[in-house]
């Protein structure tokens, strides 16, 4: 029977903390676009939907697993894990939209910029024998794919964000937009920490690691995510 090869476990971890984390983060998108809609609310609002998207389908697919369809399953991994890299993109345009930097990042270079992350990101899910699967449809990444992601996230997201948070760090005067800015970005920090922890625990076989960072994930995207709300997002 179909329940009898469901791994239980799993559904519940995932529907008690990634459940949670998306009705957060879709709330935190619904508070921002309503108070007002402009640029600088709309990236950083695609984000937070862009992240609760992705862990969906992750749910999605932790669900349909007892079906076995190979195909949809491996679509559906791969949106899942597609979205979530994707949707760091907007938080580094987001501190470039917060710095004005309108006559380097115009609408165009920006468009631009976020398809070509896009593309990038796409690729590096079909990198040969990166990603295998056990007969419980659990994903594990190779170490290739876990240093090329890596070195990926820290180039296009990591790099860039501290660069374009240390130049807003200078520009904003005030102590208490220093105080905000320090908020969000410890809030960036951790969904940095989060992701980079989360790749690694796809990659490693330690069981330790991975009950360890499944409680310190949840609690940690969750802190994450409303520092970066109350840090900047809550008073654009």
Same mark, same amino acid.
């Given at each position: 029977m179909i329940f009898q090869s469901v791994d239980w476990t799993r559904?519940?971890?995932? *529907?008690?903390?990634?459940?949670?984390?998306?009705?957060? $983060?879709?709330?935190?998108?619904?508070k921002i676009l309503k108070r007002k809609r402009n640029r600088s609310t709309i990236t950083l609002s695609a984000f937070y939907i862009l992240m609760a998207i992705g862990l969906?389908?992750?749910i /999605? +697919?932790?669900?349909?697993?007892?079906?076995?369809?190979?195909?949809?399953? $491996?679509i559906i991994y791969i949106l899942a894990?597609?979205?979530?890299? $994707?949707? $760091?993109?907007?938080?580094?345009? *987001?501190?470039?939209i917060i710095l004005?930097?309108?006559?380097?990042?115009?609408?165009?270079?920006?468009?631009?910029?976020?398809?070509?992350?896009? @593309?990038?990101?796409?690729?590096?899910? *079909?990198?040969?024998?990166?990603?295998?699967?056990?007969?419980?449809?659990?994903p594990i990444y190779s170490l290739p794919l876990f240093?090329?992601?890596?070195? +990926?996230?820290?180039?296009?997201?990591t790099v860039p964000t501290v660069h374009y948070s240390i130049r807003l760090y200078r520009v904003f005067k005030a102590r208490n937009l220093?105080?905000? /800015?320090?908020?969000?970005?410890?809030?960036?920090?951790?969904?940095?920490?989060? +992701?980079?922890?989360?790749?690694?625990f796809i990659t490693t076989s330690n069981e330790l690691f991975k009950m360890l960072w499944s409680v310190f994930a949840f609690v940690t995207e969750i802190v994450a995510g409303l520092? @970066?709300?109350?840090?900047?997002?809550?008073?654009?």
């Open positions: 559904i519940i971890i995932v *529907f008690i903390s990634q459940a949670f984390i998306i009705v957060l $983060f879709f709330i935190l998108a619904f969906m389908f992750n /999605l +697919f932790i669900i349909i697993t007892p079906l076995g369809n190979k195909n949809i399953l $491996f894990s597609y979205l979530i890299l $994707f949707s $760091f993109i907007f938080i580094v345009m *987001f501190i470039n004005k930097l309108e006559e380097i990042f115009t609408i165009k270079k920006i468009i631009g910029i976020i398809v070509i992350y896009g @593309v990038l990101c796409s690729l590096l899910y *079909f990198l040969p024998g990166g990603i295998s699967f056990t007969l419980n449809w659990i240093i090329i992601i890596s070195i +990926f996230f820290t180039c296009f997201i220093k105080e905000r /800015l320090r908020l969000y970005l410890f809030g960036i920090t951790l969904m940095m920490i989060v +992701f980079y922890g989360g790749i690694y520092l @970066v709300y109350y840090g900047l997002g809550r008073n654009l």
